[in-house]
C-alpha cells in the first residue's frame, strides 16, 4: 500500500476512534460557515489526490502532484475576495477550491478531474497542462516550480496602485485589490524568488503603493532536501518594507485568523506583507515519488499522524461546528462522489493533432477603443523643437526616441520600464524626455534587475496595461531569459488564451560597437529568442523602418496580445554615413505617424537578378556599402532586408528572392545556430537558386580594435559574392 492510501485508513480509523491529535483550541474570527466551506475544500483537495494517483496507475492520469497537508490554504482563499487575482503555488488546490464556494457556479471537482485526465474541456489549459487555474475565480495558471511566477506578482500588485492612477481601457483588477502569490520553502531560495522578495521590499521602502500578499507554505522539504529548521523565520522576519506574519496550517482557524489580519492589513495600506504558514507535505513530492526512499520512516510517519484534516475534525467538534462522525461522513462521501466523476472525466475528449494542441499559442485579438491619436497641440506640447527638427534626416535612436513619443500619445496604456530609462533616458539616449513628457508613473526607472523588470511587464500586462520594458544590452537578457520563456510566452498556451500578457520588449543589442564593447556590451546571439513560441522578434536596420516597425510591434500588442521583442541594433543608433565621411547616407526622415510596415513584410531594395543578399540588422548596412564593389564587378544585386527574425516571414523571403541566380545570406549572428541556419533551409525547400552564407564566428566578441573581427564586414561580403556568382573581380567575367 503506498504512503497515500496509508493515509486513507489512517484517517478512516483514527476518526471513528476519536483518535484526534492534540493541539490548542479552535479561536479566532473564523465563522461556522467558514470552518465547514474550509474543511469541505480539505476533503475535496485530499479526495482529488487520490484520485489522481488512482488514475496515472490506471493510465487515465497523465501527472499527478498533490496538495495533501497544504489544506490550509482554504483559509487562505476564504479570507480574501475572489476578485483578487492570486498566483498560486503548484500544491494550492484548496485554494481554489474554496474559491470557487465563493463564485456562483463554479465545479472545482469536475474542473480538477478534467486537467488530470488531460481532456481538452479542460477549461482552464484545454488539456495542455494539470495546472490549477481559472478565469472566473481570477487565478491565472502557473506552469512554474521554481518561483518564476513571483516577479509578475509583484507587477501584478505594482499596476493596481497604476491603475488607480491611470485606468487602461483593459483592466480586470479592482482599485482596491489585494494579489496573492504562494509558494514553497524551497523555492523562497531560488534567485527568481528573492529578486522578487527584493523589488517589492525596494518599491514599499519608497512608499510606493504595492498591495501584494507573500505565502510561504513551509513543509519543511524542497524534494527530497530538508530546509533547515527556523530558516524561513530568520531570513523573512525583519526584512525592511515587507510585514510577516505566521501562523499554523495544521490549524485552519489559526490560518484564517492571520490570513484575514494581513489581508485587511495589506488592503488598507498597499504594501507587502509575508505570511509564513507552517505546513506538512503528504505521500512525498510528486507522482511515483516514495519520501522513505531519502526519509527515514519515522519521520514520514511522524509527520503523517499530524495530518492536517484530522486537527481539522478535532478543530470542528471543539468549536461545535460538526462532531467527528459527521466530519467523517462528509470526507467518504466526498471521496465516493470524486470516484464516480472521474469515471465520466476520463471518457472525455484529449487533444490529437499538433493543430489542437497548438490553437491557443497565439492570444484571440483584442477590440480597443477607437484611437484618433494626439491632437497636434499635444503633438506640439510634448516634441517642442523636435517638430522643426524633424524636417531633417535624422540618426535611428533620435527615432525611435519620436515613435515612443507618439506611440504614448496615442495610447496611454503603453508604460516604459527599465534601468535609466527615465532620467537619464537610457544609456544611449533613446528614452530622452520621455518621463518629462509623460511623468514617472509611465517612464518607470526600475532597480537594476531583469527579472524584476520582466516581472513587472508581465503582471502589468494582465492588468490591461501595455509594457514596453527596456533590457539595456541582449547580453543582459540571459539573466532573465526564463520570463519570456516560462512565463509570459506560456500564458495564453497554458490558459487556453483566457489570460495574456501582451508587451513590446525592447533590447539593444548585436555587435560592432568600436568603443563600448566587449561581449557584456554585444552580443549577436538571436538563439534564445528565435526558438520561443508564439514571440515575434523584430530587427529594424535604419531609423525610419524602425519606426514604422515599433509602431506595428505595439499594434500587435494591442490589437492581438501579442509578446514582441524589438532588437535594436546598438551601431546603428549613432550611424550618419554609408560610403563617405559626412555623406549623410544612413540618415532618414521621420515617418509620418500613420505609416507602420506590417508584420512578415520584407524589405527589398534594388532589382537586380545576379544576386540576391538576405540579410538584417547591421547586415543591411554592410551590404549597401559593399554594393558598389558589387556593380563594378558587373553583379546586379538587390537587398533583401528580413525584419522580422521570428517568426521567419517565409512568403516574403520567396518572392524576395524569385528570379534570383544566386542567393547570399548575410548573418551577423554566429555560425552555429544562427539566422542563417533558418534562412537557407527554407531557401533549398523553396528556390532553385545557388545559395552560401557568410556569418559571425562561433565567438564571443572581443574589445578593442578587434571590436568586428569575428562577424562579417564589407570585404568579406564582397569576397563571398564574387565567389558565388563566380565574378572574380570588377567587370563582367
Known sequence: ?????????????????????????????????????????????????????????????????GSSGHEAMAAVALALRPDDMAFLHYRDAAFQIARAGQVPGQ??????????????????????????????????????????????AVGAA?????????????????????????????????????????AAQWTAYQSIPLPLLFVCEDNGIGISTRTPAGWIEATFSARPGLRYIKADGLDLFDTYRAAR?????????????????????????????????????????????????????????????????????????????????????VTRPRLQTATDVMASLIPPRRTNRPSNGPTPQARAAAFGADLKAMEDPQILSRLVNWALTDLMLAHPEI??????????????????????????????????????????????????????????????????????????????????????????????????????????????????????????LAVPSDGAEAAMMLRECVRLARE????????????????????????????????????????????????????????????VYLSHQALPALAAAGIKARIVDLRWIAPLPKPGISAAVQGCAHVLVVDETRHSGGMAEAVMAHLAEVSPARIARITAEDSFIATGPAYAATMPSKDGIVAAALRLTGRTGPGPR
Open 1 to 65: 500500500m503506498d504512503r497515500c492510501e496509508i493515509v486513507h485508513e489512517n484517517f478512516l480509523r483514527r476518526v471513528a476512534a476519536r483518535d484526534l491529535p492534540e493541539g490548542r483550541a479552535p479561536s479566532g474570527p473564523m465563522t461556522r460557515d467558514e470552518a465547514l466551506a474550509a474543511y469541505r475544500a480539505a476533503c475535496l483537495t485530499r479526495a482529488l489526490d487520490r484520485q489522481s494517483r488512482a488514475m496515472q496507475r490506471a493510465g487515465q492520469g497523465f501527472y499527478t502532484i
Open 107 to 152: 465545479d472545482p471537482m469536475w474542473d480538477i478531474l478534467l486537467s488530470f485526465a488531460s481532456s481538452s474541456e479542460d477549461p482552464i489549459s484545454g488539456g495542455r497542462h494539470k495546472v490549477l487555474g481559472s478565469r472566473a475565480l481570477m487565478i491565472p495558471p502557473q506552469t512554474s516550480t521554481i518561483a518564476s511566477h513571483l516577479p509578475k
Open 158 to 198: 505594482y499596476s493596481v496602485g497604476a491603475a488607480r492612477r491611470h485606468r487602461p481601457e483593459h483592466a480586470i483588477l479592482p482599485e482596491d485589490a489585494v494579489i496573492l502569490c504562494s509558494f514553497g520553502d524551497a523555492s523562497a531560495n531560488h534567485s527568481t524568488a528573492q529578486g522578487a522578495f527584493n
Open 261 to 345: 489580519e494581513v489581508v485587511d492589513w495589506v488592503r488598507s495600506r498597499r504594501k507587502p506583507a509575508f505570511l509564513h504558514l507552517r505546513t506538512i507535505r503528504l505521500f512525498g513530492h510528486a507522482g511515483a515519488d516514495v519520501p522513505t526512499t531519502y526519509l527515514p520512516r519515522e519521520v514520514v510517519e511522524g509527520e503523517e499522524a499530524q495530518d492536517p484534516l484530522l486537527h481539522a475534525v478535532r478543530l470542528l467538534d471543539q468549536a461545535g461546528v460538526m462532531d467527528p462522525d459527521a466530519a467523517l461522513a462528509i470526507y467518504t462521501e466526498t471521496c465516493d462522489r470524486v470516484a464516480q466523476v472521474a469515471e465520466q472525466a
Open 415 to 536: 508604460v516604459l520600464m527599465g534601468e535609466d530609462v527615465g532620467k537619464k533616458g537610457g544609456v544611449y539616449g533613446v528614452t530622452q524626455k520621455l518621463q518629462a513628457r509623460f511623468g514617472a508613473d509611465r517612464v518607470i526607472d526600475t532597480l537594476l534587475d531583469e527579472q524584476s523588470i520582466l516581472g513587472l511587464a508581465i503582471g502589468m500586462a494582465q492588468n490591461g496595461f501595455v509594457p514596453m520594458p527596456e533590457i539595456q544590452f541582449l547580453a543582459y537578457l540571459h539573466n532573465a531569459e526564463d520570463q519570456i520563456r516560462g512565463e509570459a510566452a506560456t500564458l495564453p498556451f497554458f490558459s487556453n488564451g483566457q489570460f495574456s500578457n501582451p508587451m513590446v520588449l525592447r533590447i539593444a543589442g548585436l555587435g560592432y560597437q568600436k568603443g563600448f564593447g566587449g561581449h557584456f556590451h554585444n552580443d549577436n546571439s538571436l538563439a534564445v529568442l528565435r526558438d520561443i513560441p508564439g514571440v515575434i
Open 560 to 619: 492581438e496580445q501579442r509578446v514582441v521583442v524589438f532588437l535594436e541594433p546598438i551601431a546603428l543608433y549613432p550611424m550618419r554615413d554609408l560610403h563617405a565621411e559626412k555623406d549623410g547616407g544612413w540618415l532618414r526622415p521621420y515617418p509620418d505617424p500613420s505609416r507602420r510596415i506590417p508584420f512578415g513584410e520584407v524589405g527589398v531594395t534594388g532589382e537586380g537578378t545576379d544576386l540576391a543578399i538576405v540579410t538584417f540588422g547591421n547586415g
